[in-house]
């Protein structure tokens, strides 16, 4: 019997993995993933700091030491406004290929067992001792499910998909840049918004670099979504032709997510743990992944009231703050409040950062400030 099964070895899953071994380093733990690793990842490989804080609480603080900080940010609204200023805390990009794998052997090297293996059933065990069998013949106390944005341990447990309009769908892939660039780039696009294009220096001379944008409005155009992501990347960023291109889904937090349900845990892209602002996901996996694998040790009894607990008090009023932020974002005019506000306000630069990319929310003070630019926008216009 494991006392606890991992299902998807991304950073939520190793996290997951990490957090229950440093509690409880006797606990047999499995960790399971359809793939091997290294593999690579379609995601904007952004690691804001965060996610460093989540790592160092996870007993691997010089994780991704070796990657040069980035610690200057652009962003370019809906209808151009412009702010450049340097981050409070630099944040990093690490391809997930060498990320993830990272993280895997870590979990490892802690004792956690790792298979290469593709779950497809999920049941109750036998004998009433609270516990869960997968594909029968996998016997767990708790299960973490970790497998991302298409979840099949979430189908098989009747949590629903994410509804379609908190689904985006991004394009990403790899350009050249100069050694020496260190600024990401953030551009909006109004056209089809909610829509932006991002540049991210790794540091060794490449960027990842790519566009997103919701599901129905991709929809809306009638045309092939190939055509309409690679096309508007090419369009906002023509100075960074890209190669090794690749979509994926992102499920947007609703700003109340489904958490599992019995003994299983959902944990990062599965629970639907991304930022409906900026699509940033990493810090949320490893933040979830690491509070599930607690409660699956310190709560064995039952371990989903204490993991949902963990996320309220961790994430609660920032999902709430993210979920009406977004609501009012779906109006490309308080974007363009809110970055032209940020451009002469550092103070508001710092916390649209810690919201998108953290665990901020938003004093009422800077939102007034923000309605009221809006409002004036709105008027002169």
């Not at 490989?45 to 900080?69: K, N, W």
């Not at 981050?87 to 956690?112: I, Q, T």
């Not at 810690?354 to 008027?379: E, F, Q, S």
Request: aromatic share 4%; glycine share 12%; hydrophobic share 45%.
């Amino acid at each position: 019997m494991w006392d606890l099964v991992v299902v998807g070895g991304g950073p939520a899953g190793s996290a997951a993995a990490l957090g229950a071994k440093r509690l409880r380093p006797d606990a047999r733990v499995l960790l399971l993933d359809k793939a091997d690793f290294p593999r690579d990842k379609a995601c904007g490989d952004g690691i804001a700091a965060h996610g460093r804080d989540e790592l160092a609480l996870l007993g691997v603080p010089d994780l991704i030491a070796d990657y040069r900080p980035t610690r200057r940010l652009t962003v370019i609204s809906p209808g151009g406004a412009r702010v450049t200023a340097t981050v409070a805390r630099p944040n990093h990009v690490v391809p997930r290929e060498v990320f993830d794998a990272r993280l895997v052997d870590a979990a490892r090297a802690l004792g956690v067992e790792v298979r290469r293996h593709r779950v497809r059933a999920l049941a109750p065990g036998d004998g009433g001792d609270g516990h869960v069998v997968l594909d029968g013949v996998i016997a767990a106390r708790a299960v973490v499910a970790a497998d991302g944005a298409n979840s099949a341990v979430r189908r098989l447990i009747g949590v629903p998909a994410t509804p379609e309009k908190h689904v985006a769908i991004a394009v990403r892939g790899y350009a050249d840049v100069p050694p020496d660039d260190d600024v990401q780039l953030i551009a909006m696009q109004k056209e089809g918004w909610p829509a932006y294009a991002w540049s991210f220096p790794v540091g060794d001379g490449t960027a990842n670099v790519g566009f997103g944008m919701l599901l129905p409005r991709l929809r809306a155009t009638g045309l092939p979504g190939r055509e309409v992501l690679h096309g508007r990347l090419a369009e906002l960023l023509p100075h960074l032709p890209a190669r090794d291109l690749r979509a994926h889904h992102l499920p947007l937090s609703p700003g109340r997510p489904r958490l599992g349900a019995g003994r299983v845990m959902l944990a990062g892209d599965a629970a639907s743990l991304i930022n409906p602002l900026t699509g940033e996901g990493i810090y949320y996996a490893l933040l979830s992944g690491r509070l599930a694998g607690e409660a699956a040790v310190l709560a064995a009894g039952d371990p989903l009231p204490a993991y949902r607990r963990g996320v309220r008090k961790a994430l609660g009023r920032h999902l709430r703050t993210t979920d009406v932020l977004a609501r009012a974002a779906q109006s490309p005019g308080f974007i363009d409040a809110a970055i032209a506000t940020a451009a002469r306000r550092g103070e508001v630069f710092d916390l649209l950062v810690d919201v998108g990319l953290g665990a901020g929310t938003v004093p009422l003070p800077l939102a007034y400030a923000v309605v009221r630019r809006w409002l004036a926008d709105g008027v002169r216009r």
